[in-house]
Every structure is written in C-alpha cells, then in structure tokens.
C-alpha cells in the first residue's frame, strides 16, 4: 500500500480561521492528540511572526512525541543575506527536525508583493532552503500560489520549484493558496510540473471553491505524497483543506495508507476534540464524523437500513468512530456504556435492567445537552452514584450570590451552607466574579473537613451556549477541568441558568477528587501502612 | 455557452436534513426566492407521503412562476397497475408540468428492499415513467444508487436505465444517494452509462464524502446537463451536493451557464435567507456565500490584499454578492485598521497620529483579551467613539444582582439605575440567570426612551476564558450577537467578572441598534420627508 504522509497545519493555518484563537495550551493539547492519531507532521506555528508561537515551540520540547515530527513555518529571507534574516533565525531558533518554508511562485507576487525582481526571488527561494539545509533541517517548500502562478506564467513558476530543488528541498510542495482551482486543473497542471521535478512531491488546497478534498485527492492521483490540511477545515476564509475528510477517503475508499488501521475510529473523537478546544461547534452534518452523519430520518430509508445498513450508508460508521443515528426512535450503543464501566471496575452488563435503564438515562441527558465526552469525572460519578449508591461528601443547603456595580466598582459575594455527616457549616466569601466567588465559598466550607481540598485547582472554565436562538434566556453547558499532582479530570453542569451549570460541575469537581483521594488512601494504608498520615477520611466517619 | 439545467430539491431532499422542517407557508417563500434566482426546477415535496406536501402543492400553483418548473416527486408504482398505484396518482393530483420519480437501480435494493424479482423491478419502472408520459408529464427518471447498483451489477444497472428511457423517460438522473463515490468513478461510470442511451442526462449527489460538488461538476464535464441540489447543501445525513456553490464553479470557473449573469450577485443573500427560513445558522466559512468567505486576517495577507485583491481572492466578492472583510486581529497591523476605518467611512489615513493611538489601543485591548474580529459592532463603536466623540445614548448608575438558591429553587433578579439625558431611571427584572436578568432589566429601564429597542433580540452569546490556569478567577470573554429585521451584529466584552464582562457586550449591543437606527432615521427623513414618524430620537436632544 502507498504511504501517504499527513501534514497538519490546524495551529497554523487552522489558528487563521476567523474566530478560532489557540492559547499555547490549547496548542499542546491538540498536538499531543494530534501525535496520538499517528500523522506524520504537526505545524507548530510560525515563530518568526508572533511571540506565542516561538512560546509553543519550547514547550513543545518537551511533548513525548511518538509519531510526528514538528515543523516550524516561515517564508524564505527578506533581508540580503539568509543568515541574518529574523524569519530564518527565529525558525532554527524553534529547534525543530522540520521547518517549512513558503516561497513566491506567482510572478504577480514577486513583482507587486515582495516588489522585487524575478531573478532575485529565484535567488532567495534556493538561498533560503540551502541556508536551512546546511543547518540540518528537513525542509518542506511549500510553492505558495503554485496553480495561479502556473496559469500567469508557466515558465517561471516551474523555475522557482527548480529553485527549492537546487537548493535541497526534501519536499515540493503545490499549494492552492487562494482555493480556487479545480480537480482536473490540478491534475493537469502537477502531470506538468512534475516532469522537471525529482523531489518528493505534496499537496495543500483551500476549500474556496468547496473542492479542497477533491483537489487534494486529485493530486494524491497525480503523484503527490504529502497532504497539507487542518483538522475539521479549519482555516482562513472559507479553510482549508480537511484532513479528517481526507484520511477517511484517502484511506478507506482509495487504498492509501495514511494512518495505522485501528486509529482511523479515532477520527470522530478527534473531531470533536479539537472543535471542543476551537470553541467552536462542529457543523452536525460533518462528513464521517458529524452527529448526522449517519442519522437517518426518512420512513423509507429507515426501514431499509435496518433490514442491511449498506442499503443508505457509505461505510459502516464504526470505521471512523461514529455511530449510526435513527432520528426520532434513538437507538445507541449500551455496549459502549457497557465498556464504560468496565473501564471503571464497575459491574454491568449488556443485558441487566441497570443497563437499560442507564442508558435511557444518559440519553435523556445528552438530549437535555450533557456531553460526556469532555467531562469523563462526572460521567464516572454518574455511573457511580447509579450502580454502587455513592453516598454525597456533602449537602446543600443553600446559596446566595450578590453582584453589586456602582462608582466603576463591582463587588462578588457568595454565602453558602453546607451539611457535612451532619454538621451545618455556613460560610461566605468573595471572589472575581460570581462563580469564583461561589468556588471559593465552597472550599471555604469544606475544607476543615476534607482539607486535601487543597491541592486542587481548576485548570479550565468553558461555557458554551447550547440553544444559540435563545440568546441571553439560552441554555448553557459548563465544563470544568480540575488538576491536582497527579491527574486532570473534566466535569460538567447543563442548566438555563449559567450559575446553576456552574455550580453543578463544581459539586462534581470536587466530589470526583474526594472519591479519587478515598481509593488512593485505601490503596495507600494497604501497601505502606507505616506513613500512614491523618486524612481527610477520619471526618467522614 | 453549454446551458445546465438546475434542479433545486432543497424543499424535499433538503427538508431531510435533521433539524430542518419546513412549513408550508415556508416552502412558499423559498420557492419564489429560488424562481426569482432564475431555477429552472423546483422539486416542491413528496404528495405522496404526506398531507403538508400535498398542501404545498394545491397553493404552489398560485404562484407566479416566473423561470422555475415545479416538479413533484415520488416513487415508481408498488401497486400491480400504475393507474390503482396511490403514490403516482398523488403525482398527478399535484398538477405540476414536471413529475420526478426514482426507481431501484441496485439489484440489493430490488431483492431486498422492495423484495421483488429484478425482472418486476425493470417492468415497473418502464410502466411508471409511460404511465405518466400518457398523462402530459415532462418524466425526470432519478436513478437511486446508480453509482453502488453499476458497481454490484453492471448489466442490470445499465437495463434499468434502458427501461426508464422506453418508458419514455424525458431525463434520466445518475443518483449517488449514499454519496460514497469519487468523481473518478462518476467521470468514468457516466462515460460507459451514456454510450447506451440517448436521452439528456442528469447528476443528483451527496456530501458524505465530502466530494458532493466535485463529483457533481465531474458528471458535467461527462455530460449531464442537469444538476441537482439543495440551497446551502441542506440534505439528510451530511447533505445534498450544494447548489450555491455549483452554481459558482460551472458559471465562473467552468464556463457553463446556468442563471443569468446578473443573478449571479443574488447567490450570497438568498443563501442567508433561506439560512433563514430553515431557522439554521450559515456557517461562516461557507465557500463563495460565508462571512468569511473573503475575509482577510494574516497581516501578509491584508498587505497584498489592499495592493491587489487577487493577490488573496480567488474571485471578486461582489460577483457573488459578497463583501471583502479586513479582520483585526493581533495578526494585523495598520493598514487592516485604515481599512477598516473605511469601509464604515470614517477619516483615517495611515500616517497619521490618530490612526497610530487607535492601533496601539487596539493591541493594548487585544492584549486584555478582546478579539475584535467576532465583534464588528463593538470595533465600530470603538473607532466612533474615538474619532467622532460619540456621545453615550444613557449612563449607568448601578446596578446589583442576586442570585439564591433554597429547596432546590433558584431565583435570578436584576435591579439597575440609569440615566438618559439627565433622566434617572430605576427598574427591576427577573431572569434564567445573571446575564438574562441583567438584560431584561437593561431593556426594562432603556424602553420608554428608545421604542425600537424592542425589534432587537440577542441571538447568540458566547463565553470564552482566556487564562485557563486562573479556573473559575480567569479573565472571561463574553461575545454577543444581536439581530433585529435588517442585521446582526456582535459585541464583546472582556473582564475577570463575567457579569462586568457581559454588561460590556450589553452595553454595546444596545448602543450600536441605537447608532444605527438613528443614521437610517436621518436617511428615512431625508428621502421620504413626509412620511416622518415619531421616533426615538427625540428622546434624546
């Protein structure tokens, strides 16, 4: 099977997309799931345009990575002399096996961007590769504008790929910068080119014209054996080419290897995963990966799918990690419910009344907007307080939260009153806000009777409006993501009210470290029963 | 020029779609925008299946048809006879010149499915189509699964194409109803298909590939000249191919053509209205049609574009009836604010002092957390404030918010004091949390002195933390979207508070319908002087 190498530019290009903004956090996170989907080439970001890329790159360091290789991006020189060109530094500087150099193809661009002569860009592609070479970097060019270029002047865009190749590129790399190209085009205009070229060819499309999947695979056909794109799309305009997309036909439908067989079910998680951290919510009719991908509504098709699911479905959804949908009578995986569990060393399975009835649960909440998939502590703790009857660390009793503004000055307050084994505790505190405020009133509350309370901190806060229509009056989801020493964990409150959602994934967050910190102290007293030290355990019983 | 025939399916396949139900009143609507488009074919529903189709079509007739052919749609006949056969009998009580039926062409489908032998299946699609054709009918022969059924079963595929064309069939359709296939499959099955009939062709495809348009223009460029599709790719599970953007390619890029030159600028508002009426919100990134279709947000690429916007649009935006947008972003620079500045006419050139304070203000804000390119209005209240001394349409004096809860209730109540043109007012409201109280009693307190405040409702709202280390104290940014009859427009705002945060955006949401309604009330009185109203302006000189 022929090797398909997979470049991802989704903290790239992908950050381009008008409303997506990565923290370097965010950039780790997506990189390291990136690197567990086994693709081949993560870009990290251009260091030489903006202080939080460069900041990416020396955390990443530090990343184990098990199957990427990092590539830095910039252009090729602007100043005289490669050496003391900021953009080239800035790039070794980035410390990457791989970096990624755009260069001028088109001669428009020469003339009225750069404004310099023709010669001259020829001279900095090849000198500007070189330079990166001589440095021991595997250097991807990528010829920026290479379709445009070609139909405004063949004879010098085929000489600036002849540039990168003097020079040492590894790989060429076509680019339909502006997305505007057709398949067949592409397929032409590669045949073309190729022809003077003895360096390992590859793709990157925009979906302008909606054809980014279609003229990438036109130019896989064509000979090219890396393929730029972003994870869902993402990207300037209209995005560019998606890779998910691509790894689903390059794959299953046209008999490429792109990435080990048992990671394609990845793609639909992976999906969703990246747009949870984009902020922004994957479209349900998603090809391969959408809610709706493989929902079906129609009396007709319905019927039929049941009797052979080839009958309206182009792959069994499996393969890609989704599931088949029947809108209206939902039916869904109590296997995977049944797995879940397992996971947990929780008794269940397929055919107890407990797991019906759970999954009748979990579907009524995911219909009321719950989402489990980024907030695995509650999910936990769903099944726990469903199957093993987890009795409550505490009670509520009550809570007010006062916001005040006046003279510019704005005050939070919380008071809350809490019941722990039957104590009654009422406590009040400030904070920057109303559910900070709250948070902290919290802990005030419990900490003298679990002060392991202490070590942890919330991580991350993310709202999303769930019914966008509603505006103000919407329903909301909170997730949270709480950290201590030794591990993160995510949970989650839905209501139309976004203190009550708050203080939902709150309770859970807290409840989940106490469960965690009981097993671990169980666990701990039986192996090394000397260091015992007093608990938080003692006051609970 | 090679004329393609459009057929629009957006109020039958598209109505497939989850989520998406249209009423008939809402059918109506979107036919008369599509026949204005210059459509040639409108397929209105299913009269079979359901009542609601059967209505639509009783009222469709009153239309005034100006371009379109209304088709209706339905299977071939079950029953023993056509003339008994209940569903083709509701094709010819719709009355509409143009009838489209499918039939079975993959034999999994005839044996399984329909379970009937592969002999009865040919004669029933023979029978349907004459049957009709007797009636007066122009017969469009959709055949479903053309694509898989070729694959599974070359020589039967072929015979029931060949049965639809003795039948009397006036265009046979290749469907790729699970949309599994790629466009060199379709260019290459099309090709020998064609060879055996000699009856106009035509292409109906599906996203589920992500491939929809390109294996649509590939069918053209086999021979089809019949495209069908629905308005914004509207279909069941990832979607129909996407009209829209077929349209664009085989007229702009292909050199077809398929609605008059001049319609071509209606493709970007028609694809927003219906957008619209099927109560969907259009993804930004829609190619030719999308918000950020044209957008422009790297600083290089604001550069070049402001030199020449070829240098980063594949085509004029105008032509499509769309709008080149300059996003502000930590990614630009000055040129992208002077330019900004312009497109909302106000006096700005590079060099000068103002245009330099106003982008070290910007960066200051952007550094804070704002992120302008979600929120055009709050970037144009900010560059009227600071270069035309806006003056504020009201002050706040305070405002304080509670929220308890007890026995499981929790009760959200905003009181706020404002002032407008020296006039203190005070006012309470309720709310579904904070921010919906807070809004409530904004408009409460504002109402009186501004009528029109009335026609605008949030329509989105979005939380964001910035500072994910800090959990529940991070900085919070808080992105609304308002709307009212002629617009939408977002506002953000940024604080460690979210109820500071979105009292911001509140704040700016209202200010901005103000400013703008104020600006086409002087146009209003201008042109139509007569005419004048009481309005809200008069509150506040």
Known sequence: MTRIDLYDTTLRDGAQAEGISYSVRDKLHIAERLDALGLHYIEGGWPGSNPKDAEFFRQAKRLPWRNAQLAAFGSTRR???????????????????????????????????????????????????????????????????????????????????????????????????????????????????????????GIHTHNDSDLAVATSIAAVAAGCRQVQGTINGYGERCGNANLVSLIAVLQLKMGYHCVPEEKLKELTPVAHYVAEISNVSLPTNRPFVGASAFAHKGGVHVNAVMKDPQTYEHLDPATVGNQRRVLVSELSGRSSLVLKAQELALDLSKETPAAKRLLKLLQQLEHEGYHFEAAEGSLQLLLKRQLEHLKPFFTLEGFR?????????????????????????????????????????????????????????????????????????????????????????????????????????????VEYKLLKDQKSDVRGRRSVKATRRPRARSDRS
């Open 401 to 509: 939260i006062m916001i005040e503004k006046h003279d510019h000055k704005l005050v939070s307050e919380a008071t809350i009153t809490l019941r722990v084994n039957g104590v009654l505790e009422q406590t009040a505190a400030e904070g920057h806000g109303p559910v900070n405020a709250l948070d902290n009133a919290i802990r005030k509350a419990l900490r003298q009777f679990y002060p392991r309370l202490a070590e942890m901190h919330l991580s991350d806060f993310k709202v999303r409006v769930l019914d966008e229509k509603a505006g103000t009056a919407a329903k909301v989801r909170v997730l949270i993501e709480s950290r201590d020493q030794e591990a993160s964990w995510g949970t989650i409150g839905v209501s139309e009210n976004i203190i009550e959602a708050s203080w939902q994934a709150l309770v859970d967050s």
């Open 79 to 201: 100043a005289a002399h490669a050496a003391k060109d900021p953009n080239l530094r800035a790039l070794l500087a980035a410390e990457t096996r791989v970096v990624t150099i755009f260069g001028k193809t088109w001669d428009l661009h020469v003339r009225n961007v750069l404004g310099i002569s023709l010669q001259d860009n020829l001279r900095l592609i090849e000198d500007s590769v070189r330079f990166l070479k001589r440095h021991g970097r595997t250097v991807i060019y990528d010829a920026e504008h290479f379709f445009d270029g070609y139909k405004a002047n063949r004879t010098y865009a085929l000489k600036s790929l002849e540039a990168a190749a003097q020079g040492g590129a590894d790989t060429i790399v076509f680019c339909d910068t502006n997305g505007g190209s057709l398949p067949e085009e592409v397929t032409r205009l590669i045949a073309d080119a190729k022809r003077g070229l003895s360096v390992p060819l």
